[in-house]
């Protein structure tokens, strides 16, 4: 008996997989076909970026102060860049009427994963993209930069599920753009001001502290929110 | 704990693994539904509607445009949730839960609409790996359908949009096909072909409910529900 459902647990976590691994994949031919996310976010962040650079540039702002400032528009900069584009993937479905042959086909949480998975690597690819010419730009001296890739990596990963989370359950309403606003803030506040605090330790060369425990803390009970959820939120 | 004295510890977990991977139970089909309701806000779309269709069998459902046919199509597929009645698919012995007819349908609709920026084959490449279906199945439909593969879903004619949607509907080989207005747009060779589909389908022992404005010439029609 035991090993009949060993069988089977591991035929389903691997359709499951494969389930997630084609929706992914299906995100990103999409995506490399139309660049719709990638141009939104890659525009916005680097429009904000200059800004931010050319306004407050490495003399804008006192060094003394730098460490405590600069984290909080680098992070302002990835949300709005985030916001902007990362929803679309589900608002996309409804509005294309996909949504109908995707809910009578797919398993709900292998969805939910699949198109995290997607976000989670558009916005690495962004932060990969953005970090070094904002540290540049700014004359940011990383005194951790481990500590610095683990804040990018966690508050990139927080940031992606919140989202896909978020934007799953505004999909079907109507007002989408305010709604996302309206329910991203709580959902996403707490996430913001732990990466925020994580990466001022990585510019400071101070310990992670009990900012990244949360951080991860954060990132777990998003996941774990998204898929209890997300079946609800995206069958009748 | 009264349950783990009559079920062996684990048999339960296993049966939910199952239901997922194990292919569709042989034997005699019927989808039962009765008294359905559905209102949308204040309007009421379906008042209290019955029928049911066994294996080799359609239901034919009728009515003008507004009438609640393409609401009861969902209903039936699992898309929507009736507000009351109640809706019961059996395959052989088996009765399917709402997630598991959801998956094992064939749906046809004029809502019905793929991914414009992939190809036809990469459609139907993509959606069989989510139903754990035969692909070539899928081509199978489609070559009979005449319809190229390699054109992007986007630059598709609204008739060859339908073909791709026969080809998506039967790529599973489902029991059950659910049809809103299944020949719509096709051309004669089109229909005359998912005329013959859905003959060889209902003559396999599958059944259908099929829904159009206006009354079909279908072989096998068990029942004709008219909702206007």
């Given at each position: 008996?035991?090993?009949?459902?060993?069988?089977?647990?591991?035929?389903?976590?691997?359709?499951?997989?494969?389930?997630?691994?084609?929706?992914?994949?299906?995100?990103?031919?999409?995506?490399?076909?139309t660049?719709?996310?990638?141009?939104?976010?890659?525009?916005?962040?680097?429009?904000?970026?200059?800004?931010?650079?050319?306004?407050?540039?490495?003399?804008?702002?006192?060094?003394?102060q730098?460490s405590?400032?600069?984290?909080?528009?680098?992070?302002?900069?990835?949300?709005?860049?985030?916001?902007?584009?990362?929803?679309?993937?589900?608002?996309?479905?409804?509005?294309?009427?996909?949504?109908?042959?995707?809910?009578?086909?797919?398993?709900?949480?292998?969805?939910?994963?699949?198109?995290?998975?997607y976000?989670?690597?558009?916005?690495?690819?962004?932060?990969?993209?953005?970090?070094?010419?904002?540290?540049?730009?700014?004359?940011?001296?990383?005194?951790?930069?481990?500590?610095?890739?683990?804040?990018?990596?966690?508050?990139?990963?927080?940031?992606?599920?919140?989202?896909?989370?978020?934007?799953?359950?505004?999909?079907?309403a109507?007002?989408?753009?305010?709604?996302?606003?309206?329910?991203?803030?709580?959902?996403?506040?707490?996430?913001?001001?732990?990466?925020?605090?994580?990466?001022?330790?990585?510019?400071?060369?101070?310990?992670?502290?009990?900012?990244?425990?949360?951080?991860?803390?954060?990132?777990?009970?998003?996941?774990i929110a998204g898929?209890?959820l997300?079946?609800?939120?995206?069958?009748? | 704990?009264g349950?783990?004295?009559?079920?062996?510890?684990?048999?339960?977990?296993?049966?939910?693994?199952q239901?997922?991977?194990?292919?569709?139970?042989?034997?005699?089909a019927?989808?039962?539904?009765?008294?359905?309701?559905?209102?949308f806000?204040?309007?009421?779309?379906?008042?209290?509607v019955?029928?049911?269709?066994?294996?080799?069998g359609?239901?034919?459902?009728t009515?003008?445009?507004?009438?609640?046919?393409?609401?009861?199509?969902?209903?039936?597929?699992?898309?929507?949730?009736p507000?009351?009645?109640?809706?019961?698919?059996?395959?052989?012995?088996?009765?399917?839960?709402?997630?598991?007819?959801?998956?094992?349908?064939?749906?046809?609709?004029?809502?019905?609409?793929?991914?414009?920026?992939l190809t036809?084959?990469?459609?139907?490449a993509?959606?069989?790996?989510?139903?754990?279906?035969?692909?070539?199945?899928?081509?199978?439909?489609?070559?009979?359908?005449?319809?190229?593969?390699?054109?992007?879903?986007?630059?598709?004619?609204?008739?060859?949009?339908?073909?791709?949607?026969?080809?998506?509907?039967?790529?599973?080989?489902?029991?059950l096909?659910?049809?809103?207005?299944?020949?719509?747009?096709?051309?004669?060779?089109?229909?005359?072909?998912?005329?013959?589909?859905?003959?060889?389908?209902?003559?396999?022992?599958?059944?259908?409910?099929?829904?159009?404005?206006?009354?079909?010439?279908?072989?096998?029609?068990?029942?004709?529900?008219?909702?206007?």
């Amino acid at each position: 008996m035991s090993s009949g459902i060993w069988t089977s647990a591991r035929t389903w976590a691997g359709t499951w997989a494969a389930e997630a691994a084609a929706v992914f994949a299906k995100e990103w031919r999409c995506e490399l076909r139309t660049r719709y996310a990638l141009s939104t976010l890659g525009l916005f962040a680097f429009t904000t970026l200059v800004v931010v650079s050319v306004s407050l540039g490495p003399l804008g702002v006192m060094k003394s102060q730098g460490s405590a400032v600069l984290p909080v528009l680098f992070w302002v900069i990835l949300l709005f860049s985030a916001t902007a584009g990362l929803p679309r993937s589900f608002v996309q479905e409804e509005e294309s009427q996909t949504a109908i042959a995707l809910r009578l086909s797919a398993t709900p949480s292998a969805l939910f994963c699949g198109k995290l998975a997607y976000g989670l690597t558009v916005l690495l690819a962004l932060e990969i993209m953005i970090t070094p010419i904002y540290l540049g730009m700014m004359s940011l001296a990383v005194r951790s930069p481990g500590l610095l890739a683990v804040a990018l990596a966690a508050g990139g990963y927080g940031l992606a599920a919140g989202s896909t989370l978020v934007a799953a359950i505004i999909a079907q309403a109507k007002g989408k753009g305010t709604l996302f606003a309206v329910m991203a803030f709580p959902v996403l506040l707490p996430l913001l001001l732990l990466a925020i605090e994580l990466t001022r330790n990585a510019l400071g060369g101070e310990p992670a502290g009990v900012a990244l425990s949360q951080l991860l803390l954060y990132d777990a009970s998003v996941t774990i929110a998204g898929l209890m959820l997300f079946p609800a939120v995206w069958n009748p | 704990m009264g349950d783990s004295t009559m079920y062996p510890p684990g048999e339960a977990v296993l049966s939910r693994l199952q239901k997922d991977i194990v292919p569709p139970v042989t034997g005699p089909a019927i989808l039962r539904f009765e008294d359905v309701r559905r209102r949308f806000g204040r309007l009421a779309v379906l008042e209290g509607v019955s029928g049911s269709v066994e294996s080799g069998g359609a239901l034919l459902v009728t009515g003008p445009n507004g009438s609640g046919k393409s609401t009861l199509l969902r209903c039936l597929a699992g898309l929507l949730v009736p507000d009351s009645g109640t809706i019961e698919y059996r395959e052989g012995e088996t009765a399917l839960e709402i997630e598991e007819r959801r998956r094992r349908v064939g749906f046809i609709s004029p809502d019905l609409a793929f991914y414009g920026e992939l190809t036809v084959e990469e459609n139907l490449a993509f959606f069989a790996r989510l139903r754990r279906a035969e692909l070539a199945r899928g081509l199978e439909v489609l070559a009979r359908l005449g319809l190229p593969t390699d054109r992007r879903a986007a630059n598709l004619s609204s008739g060859m949009r339908q073909r791709l949607r026969w080809g998506w509907a039967l790529m599973h080989r489902p029991r059950l096909l659910l049809l809103d207005e299944p020949f719509q747009n096709l051309d004669g060779a089109g229909e005359r072909v998912t005329r013959e589909l859905l003959g060889a389908h209902l003559a396999g022992g599958g059944l259908a409910v099929v829904a159009n404005p206006n009354r079909l010439e279908i072989d096998c029609v068990l029942g004709h529900l008219d909702l206007g």
